[in-house]
């Protein structure tokens, strides 16, 4: 089953505003997180992932947060832009072969 | 650099026709091989995972199969397509000592 969900299932944001898209995992044993971006009829593309040790995480324009007391995970897109309209998905590891997703969250990007 | 390759990218089949997907990656040795369903507005459902040459984990009951002949070959199959196999399959790797999981295009089947 899907243990990682997510609290909205679409976003829309302004062009060139921050966009924050969040996430709840289930599994307290989960010891890594990866968000995904999925456009229309590709397959999910890494974005940036974060282990349990950390609770911050910043790669180009993307920020992940990850608070483990509440089991919360987020993404932070700063600047959006449109090439940022696709579905994202959070997904946790529960043990070393498996990932589990959410059922992603749909952004889409207003000029 | 590592790529991973699906085909075919669409494909139409009958109801109770046979099914062979292939993935195949490159640039790597002794990959984890994973194979993942999409329903349509859904996330990502693992179907198989392969830790090596014929080692096959399946993590739903269903009509699918999954076989791996090579170290670099992923095969997922069906002997007779349900109307609900229909979806989108996608085929994913992952190295020893890297964590993260890559995704190929993807296959989109449709069973009519």
């Known amino acids: 089953g899907e243990s990682v969900g997510l609290h909205l299932p679409t976003l829309s944001v302004q062009e060139g505003d921050n966009s924050i898209i969040n996430c709840a995992y289930s599994?307290?044993?989960?010891?890594?997180f990866i968000w995904y971006k999925q456009e229309s009829g590709k397959g999910p593309q890494f974005i940036i992932d974060i282990r349990s040790n950390m609770d911050k995480r910043q790669g180009q324009r993307v920020t992940v947060l990850l608070n483990k007391t509440v089991k919360h995970l987020s993404l932070q897109i700063a600047a959006t832009q449109p090439g940022d309209s696709a579905v994202y998905f959070c997904a946790e590891r529960p043990n070393d072969y498996k990932l589990s997703f959410g059922a992603g969250t749909t952004v889409t990007v207003r000029a | 650099s590592q790529t991973i390759h699906q085909w075919p990218a669409t494909l139409v089949q009958p109801v109770g026709s046979p099914l062979s997907l292939e993935c195949t990656v490159e640039?790597?040795?002794?990959?984890?091989l994973y194979w993942y369903r999409q329903a349509a507005g859904r996330g990502l459902q693992l179907l198989f995972y392969s830790v090596g040459i014929g080692q096959i984990s399946s993590e739903v009951p269903q009509n699918l199969s999954a076989s791996r002949p090579q170290d670099r070959q992923f095969i997922l199959s069906s002997k007779k397509l349900l109307l609900s196999d229909s979806g989108f399959y996608l085929c994913?790797?992952?190295?020893?000592?890297?964590?993260?999981?890559?995704f190929g295009p993807g296959t989109r089947l449709l069973v009519l």
């Open positions: 599994n307290s044993a989960s010891d890594y």
């Open positions: 640039g790597t040795s002794n990959p984890n």
């Open positions: 994913a790797w992952r190295s020893w000592g890297i964590e993260t999981q890559y």
